[in-house]
């Protein structure tokens, strides 16, 4: 018998708590498995030996149910950046001595890339102290910038939500007779997916995003007024979808960084809008979708959440298999049918390294994304959950506030 613990990392998705269901569930069924434990504010709980026992926590169907509609993460995060144990091993001796005292012998990390480096860094000391404890990486992250994987759990809920605001938006913005340009900002860092499946309305007939901007081109503010004078000779409304991740002048950002030296995005949609006033002087909004995009469960993608439960579940049963230093990914099969397949792979192929948007993704003049990637987008947003409301709200399944920090 031994007793196994999960956490969970990084920036919020609609998905993370049906991993966390996924390994519990899965843990359950497991007569080599014994206790539960779910690690608060990821990896930090585990240096703290600051855990809660996952069996006492969920206690019924009904409790997974509501959880699997949570947004977030139910046990808290962090983006806790691990020191190389080669150099300082004061922390992986706490999480060891942490491990060994509750006798745990899985660990699941749910995370991205940033994460994926603990998954990688913990399970080479291990190996090096050789101690027998498993440590397997389940995907998450709405960036969907994760190697290998075809896409990471969370980006389908937030593609979803996305494309249905901005075609929201679409109606919002043409009901005048002046002429209006009106700009989105979508979150993504350094990868420009998320911003790019906002041209998943195209597969619907609507001419909306007229430009979509994104990392993998470098921006010029002359080109993009060009481009935007240009869209308004076409449409008397304007809609651009733009990433947080573009290059953009130093000073539009706050300079604010995290402990993996990530910038804090924000702020490049009202610098656009305020240049578009200046030099074009036409009606201009901008809109940042922020976290609502990470957390809109409402109106999130069925397939990403079963396939978030699915890659949980999987995970357990890999380190059943005596798997460690794993990262679950799904490999697709096919579009259509869409089909995936669950694989898992070598941390250090994931840990720390970024995915790009496709160059064929992308057109030719950089300002907009092809029909070629819709193949691919579109699967990944299908179905809607059955939810349980409150008084007219959907319920959330949450920890007492006192059990997190
Ligand atoms: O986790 C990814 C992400 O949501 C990015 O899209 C975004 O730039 C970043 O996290 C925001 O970080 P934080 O939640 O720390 O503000």
């Known amino acids: ?90 922390v992986y001796q706490q999480i060891v001595n942490t491990l060994v005292q509750r006798e745990i012998g899985a660990f699941f990390y749910i995370g991205g890339n940033d994460s994926m480096d603990t998954v990688n860094k913990l399970s080479e000391y291990f190996a090096e102290k050789k101690l027998d404890i498993k440590v397997i990486g389940i995907p998450k992250t709405i960036d969907n910038d994760l190697c290998v ?14 494309a249905a605001t901005l075609r929201e938006i679409t109606r919002d913005s043409t009901v005048y007779s002046i002429p209006s340009v009106t700009v989105v900002e979508i979150m993504g860092r350094h990868a420009g997916w998320l911003t790019a499946s906002t041209a998943i309305l195209h597969a619907l007939g609507e001419t909306a995003p007229h430009l979509v901007y994104v990392p993998e081109v470098k921006f010029s503010l002359e080109k993009f007024l060009k481009d935007v004078r240009r869209q308004m000779t076409k449409h008397k409304a304007v809609i651009i979808a733009v990433s947080e991740g573009i290059e953009v002048p130093e000073g539009v950002q706050s300079g604010v960084v995290d402990n993996f030296g990530h910038k804090y995005l924000s702020g490049i949609g009202k610098y656009l809008e305020n240049v578009i006033r200046s030099e074009i002087g036409c009606k201009v909004r901008s809109i940042e979708l922020n976290v609502m995009q990470r957390c809109s469960s409402h109106i999130c993608s069925w397939t990403d959440i079963t396939e978030a439960e699915a ?95």
């Open 311 to 405: 890659i949980g579940a999987a995970g357990v049963r890999c380190a059943l298999s005596g798997e460690t230093g794993m990262v679950m990914v799904f490999k697709r099969v096919c579009d259509m049918p869409y089909t995936v397949d669950i694989q898992h792979v070598d941390a250090s192929e994931v840990a720390n390294k970024e995915k790009f948007l496709p160059k064929g993704y992308i057109n030719s003049a950089g300002n907009n994304i092809t029909d070629h990637a819709l193949d691919y987008f579109l699967p990944l947003i299908q179905g809607e959950p059955n939810l349980i409301m409150e008084m007219g709200v959907p319920k959330h399944f949450t920890l007492q506030e006192s059990v997190l920090k």
């Open 149 to 162: 994987t075809d896409h990471t759990p969370g980006f389908g809920s937030a593609a979803k939500y996305v």
């Open 1 to 90: 018998m031994m007793n196994i613990a999960v956490a969970q990392s990084g920036g919020p998705t609609c998905a993370i708590n049906a991993s966390l269901v996924g390994v519990f569930r899965e843990a359950l069924k497991e007569k080599s498995i014994d206790a539960i434990f779910g690690s608060i504010n990821g990896i930090e709980g585990m240096i703290e030996n600051h855990l809660i026992d996952m069996k006492t926590m969920i206690s019924s169907n009904g409790d997974m149910d509501l959880l699997r509609q949570t947004p977030s993460t139910v046990l808290g995060s962090c983006r806790y950046k691990l020191a190389d144990w080669r150099e300082d091993n004061k």
